[in-house]
């Protein structure tokens, strides 16, 4: 449709080099001040460049990311936890760490960098190595923590709305889940050192999403022992689990206010019983 317009420029590489290789391509041939990265199962809201745009006008930031919103979520039960999900990592992690100017992952699906930066950074994006090989995986992660490494903020715009197709069957659903796991056990291995340098609440948030999901891990093998070997069942570790849970989705539900997310509570036993295995 948009091939004729002179405003536009398509860049159709010989074959199928992966995100980060097509990013560095276009990047490298484009010549505005921002650019704007969309996975191409996203549709924008059409105030979303103007929103992210306003943001990147402090010179100080680097980066900025929009809201993201399932835009299959009436699909499936799966699709509607997800969507959910959505709204906890956008508004409750990405706002937190955005009051102090450093999201640590500015999601792919809508992201907007500053392209003086990108250039500065793109060596180190493209020659990344993971166990001496070229790395193939989170490529939104590294390149944000590349942002703040070079001292810049990262920022999230809450009413900049992006909508993304979202995995309806848990087979995809926890291949996707594993992938991001990856990124994130590793990259936060390599931003320890600049986390301090930010601030302690960020150190505490990073470094508590990195083994909150390991303390739950050893909770649950020690009341499967428990189970085991004494046959009684672990009460307090069982209540405990689900407190938490019911607490969470409370303050969600208040915050967002929509009882909906009182149901996320179902996540959990996807939690438990097939991400932290997977994890």
Known sequence: AFAG???????????????????????????????????????LASDVVTKLALKMQDPAVGAAMGQLVASNRSDT??????????????????????RFGAVMCCCGPCAMYRRSALLLLLDQYETQLFRGKPSD???????????LKAGLRTEYVPDAIAATIVPDRLG????????WARSTFRDTLLALRLLPSLDRYLTLDVVGQNLGPLLLALSVLAGLAQLALTATVPWSAVLMIASMTIIRCSVAAFRARQLRFLGFSLHTFINVFLLLPLK
């Open 5 to 43: 317009d002179p405003r536009f420029n398509f860049i159709l590489l010989d074959k199928n080099v992966g995100k980060r290789k097509a990013q560095i391509v276009a990047i490298r041939r484009s010549s505005g001040d921002l650019v704007l990265n969309v996975d191409s199962d996203t549709t």
């Open 77 to 98: 039960w799966l699709t509607q936890l997800i969507d959910m999900e959505y709204w906890l990592a956008c508004n409750e992690e990405r706002a937190a760490q955005a």
């Open 137 to 147: 995986f989170g490529e939104d992660r590294h390149l944000t923590i590349l942002m």
């Open 172 to 179: 995809p659903y926890l291949r996707q889940q594993l992938r």
